[in-house]
């Protein structure tokens, strides 16, 4: 009897299986696309070589060490105007994001930086759209997180704002250990 | 009308597959010899109209027929023919055509050669493999139909390949790959027939051992080549790389390999009756769940499939109904099949159980590993993946024992063997192993404590298989030896997992590599070996412009390898492609990849040498050859034709 009974096993242990990929499949439904974007996610950000908008040479290696947002803008896209005053409330609240001035000549950014603003900690000025096109960019704004080491843990297509940095990326960027100032007392 | 002549012989698969499916199984229930043997012309039948659906489909590939949605969205009127004639599989609903060709070109190779079976359980077998066609038949035509048109407008050109499928070892890896998946659902219909008939023998696992090895083969070469691919052509230098889909092929894999080896003892003694009957259910299931996985979108990968829900939906259900049933069949009939016989701790069996065991915990493993990231999701914490270092140091805590039995067990007596014969046995091999190890030491090639362990134990394993060898020579002599197919087919793939070991651990241990950025005239030094740069060309190909760089690798004053790494820009997507400039030698490869281009003319490219590499799949390919070799066992022909 107790022979009969351990036969079952295999078919038990593959039902509880199948429940789990069930949920899984049905998580998979609820995610929304804007998530799925990237086959990037998870995966080290691509190496590169490229200058700064002060001619310095940035690699791979400037951007590990701290958790980031990389920030895909350039002087040619509105959209970037308007997210613009959200990602200067971020750095207020300790946040480092380095941007991307993609497809954009440096006289433009330079001149649209000191109009609006330069926020960022360090430039890459992607001009050819290389980086672009290995990070899979759609086009500006686009906004990465990305840990300590490098790798890539969320993509947002469009502009960020503060909705979506509260729900979609502060806790992600909490969660890889990424720093706030704390809120000064009232 | 090309593409609606593809659709309905495909409809009329679907139907036909229904019929072996249905026919066979009543002839069985009702003793009817007549309706059992209907079963062959339709798996004919079947064969024939899935191909014809397949070469349709080939033919609006090859004449570029941008009516057709998915000829459109993988084509392009610039790509070469023989890429167009391979851009059938190049995405998701050709390779489930092909996976389902290659389906009935089993079932129909089971009717064909296994004509002195009993005809009932033939029977069983092809209904089975009738209702696997079935599900995966419907599948392509509710939830993946290729065949789907855009008219009235069609597109004036195709949207081109991915130029990452736009390759030789991408023509030929996917075929492989699915013959060796798929090849397992012939192990799976038999353990079907088996239990529903409640005979399960020394002749049923005689029967099912070549399909098995022939599946194993195929799987084998299939995920070599993958991997070979992904060294060349990702650029990054990695052969392995943990992703989900890579997994999804090592599951079955690791399965398939308990599997041939339970069968040995099947086959020899009346045992493990159990072990082989759940194993080839789970093999063949295994390549069903990593279907499931890479098609359904629930885990991402580099290897992206389109990926949706609803195909995701429909394969699971199929795998529940599939696996499903065949263990419940198991817990219902397996215990009248019992297995009587009894072994000692110390034996070939014995050792094969462990050989067993170690292959089902690894594949355990590895699921796991692929599912966590799954787990983390269910349990609403942050998106997170395992990564290599869990699946290398589980790799490293599971394969050192089972190097370490191995050794013994290729050389121990079946039922049981004798404590005094193992002590004779052992101090040889392992002196001279520790030897290895104590000469690598010295003569400082090694760089690490899991380096020596890894190759000493490579070296254990290959002095066992010579003194096994040396010992049958003495025993039995040179002609017999010769003759035997069983004792050469294991040899050799264990001999081909003592070279692909040697390879990982020179590989991954002793490999070097630099970044540098580098214009014509600069040279560069890595483990001995000078790289000059030449010059940087521009050169157009058929459907892409390329950078190329020149390189001048030198070792001392010998110039030892050009090297011509590219930067692919592909016209039709604009997407760019790193393709690594590769100078492959017996002892080591000397591989240059491009990064990004930057001022003043440099680049930054990447530079390493990589010793062994070529023995990782020279070691495979042994394997494969050695399973090759198993299937002209004599012994095996003997018994079939009875």
């Known amino acids: ?186 | 009308m090309f593409p609606e002549f593809g659709l309905m012989a495909l409809s009329m698969a679907a139907a036909i597959s229904l019929c072996l499916a249905v026919v066979p199984a009543v002839g069985v229930r009702f003793e009817s010899t007549q309706l059992m043997r209907l079963a062959d012309p339709f798996a004919a039948l079947l064969f024939l109209l899935i191909l014809v659906s397949y070469i349709y489909l080939t033919l609006s590939f090859l004449q570029d027929d941008f009516s057709v949605l998915y000829v459109v969205n993988h084509s392009n009127s610039q790509l070469p023919w023989y890429y167009k004639f391979s851009a059938v599989w190049g995405s998701h609903e050709g390779s489930m055509l092909l996976w389902v060709l290659v389906l009935a070109a089993w079932t129909l190779a089971v009717s064909l050669f296994s004509r002195h079976l009993p005809d009932n359980f033939r029977a069983l077998a092809l209904a089975s493999q009738g209702i696997l066609t079935a599900g995966f038949v419907f599948f392509v035509l509710l939830t993946s139909n290729p065949f789907e048109r855009m008219l009235p407008f069609p597109a004036p050109d195709g949207a081109d390949l991915n130029p990452l499928l736009q390759d030789i070892g991408l023509i030929i890896h996917p075929p492989m790959l699915y013959m060796g998946y798929v090849g397992f659902s012939v192990a799976f219909s038999f353990a079907i027939a088996a239990l529903i008939l409640g005979r399960f023998d020394k002749a049923w696992a005689e029967w099912l051992r070549p399909w098995t090895n022939a599946a194993w083969l195929f799987l084998t070469l299939g995920i070599s080549l993958g991997s070979w691919w992904a060294y060349y052509e990702l650029g990054w230098g990695g052969w392995w790389f943990w992703d989900p889909v890579e997994n999804a092929s090592l599951m079955p894999w690791l399965l398939g390999t308990a599997l041939v080896h339970s069968l040995s003892v099947s086959r020899t003694r009346n045992l493990f009756h159990s072990w082989t009957i759940l194993l080839a259910i789970f093999s063949f299931s295994l390549s069903l769940l990593g279907t499931f996985l890479v098609r359904s979108g629930v885990l991402t990968s580099v290897h992206a499939f389109a990926s949706d829900p609803e195909r995701g939906a429909y394969i699971l259900m199929f795998l529940l109904a599939v696996t499903g049933s065949a263990l419940l069949l198991y817990a219902l009939r397996m215990g009248k099949i019992e297995a009587t016989e009894g072994f000692a701790p110390l034996s070939r069996e014995s050792s094969l159980l462990f050989n067993n065991l170690i292959m089902t915990l690894f594949a355990l493993v590895v699921l796991l590993g692929t599912l966590y990231p799954l787990v983390i999701e269910a349990l609403g914490l942050q998106s997170v993946s395992v990564g290599p270092p869990y699946f290398n140091s589980f790799l490293l805590l599971l394969g050192v024992p089972l190097l370490l039995v191995m050794g013994y067990g290729q050389r121990a007596r079946w039922r049981i063997d004798s404590l005094s014969q193992w002590l004779k046995q052992t101090p040889a091999p392992l002196a001279l192993s520790l030897l290895v190890i104590l000469m690598l030491y010295l003569l400082g090639g090694y760089r690490s404590p899991v380096m020596l362990l890894t190759i000493g134990l490579a070296a254990w394993l290959f002095l066992h298989l010579v003194a096994d060898g040396w010992q049958r020579l003495q025993a039995s002599g040179a002609r017999r030896l010769m003759a035997n197919a069983r004792w050469w087919g294991m040899a050799l793939a264990h001999l081909g997992l003592v070279v692909t070991t040697v390879g990982i651990g020179y590989s991954a241990h002793l490999s070097d590599a630099i970044d540098a950025r580098m214009a014509p005239g600069d040279s560069e030094e890595v483990s001995g070996y000078r790289f000059e740069l030449e010059s940087f060309d521009r050169q157009n190909g058929p459907n892409y412009v390329a950078d190329v760089a020149t390189l001048n690798v030198y070792r001392g004053e010998r110039r030892v390898a050009l090297l011509q790494p590219e930067k692919r820009l592909y016209n039709a997507r604009g997407d760019v492609m790193t393709e690594a400039g590769i100078s492959a030698g017996v002892y080591r490869d000397l591989y240059v990849s491009m990064g990004e281009p930057l001022e003043n003319g440099a680049w930054a490219m990447r530079l390493q040498v990589k010793p062994m590499m070529r023995w990782v799949w020279g070691g495979t390919l042994l394997m494969a050859l050695g399973a090759l070799v198993a299937l002209f066992d004599r012994r095996q022909k003997g018994q079939a034709n009875r």
């Not at chain 1, 896209?77 to 497809?103: A, M, Q, W």
Request: charged share 25%; glycine share 8%; aromatic share 12%.
């Open chain 1, 1 to 186: 009897m107790k022979k009969q009974i351990l036969l079952f096993v295999p078919l038990l242990m593959f039902a509880a299986l199948s429940v789990f990929f069930f949920e899984a499949l049905k998580l998979r439904e609820t995610r929304s696309n804007s998530e799925l974007t990237s086959a990037l996610i998870d995966r080290p950000f691509p190496e590169f070589a490229l200058p700064g908008l002060d001619n310095r040479m940035h690699t791979r290696d400037d951007l590990v060490g701290e958790v980031r947002l990389v920030n895909v803008w350039g002087s040619w896209c509105p959209s970037c105007r308007d997210e613009h005053p959200f990602l200067e409330e971020l750095t207020r609240r300790g946040v480092s994001i380095v941007g991307l001035n993609y497809k954009d000549t440096p006289d433009a950014a330079i001149q649209w930086l000191q109009v609006f603003g330069d926020i960022y900690d360090f430039h890459i000025q992607d001009q050819s759209g290389r980086l672009g096109l290995d990070l899979g960019v759609y086009g500006a704004p686009e906004t990465f997180l990305i840990d300590r080491m490098g790798v890539i843990r969320y993509k947002r297509v469009g502009v960020v704002n503060e909705a979506i940095w509260e729900e979609q990326i502060k806790p992600r960027y909490l969660a890889f250990g990424g720093l706030l100032n704390t809120p000064e007392a009232p």
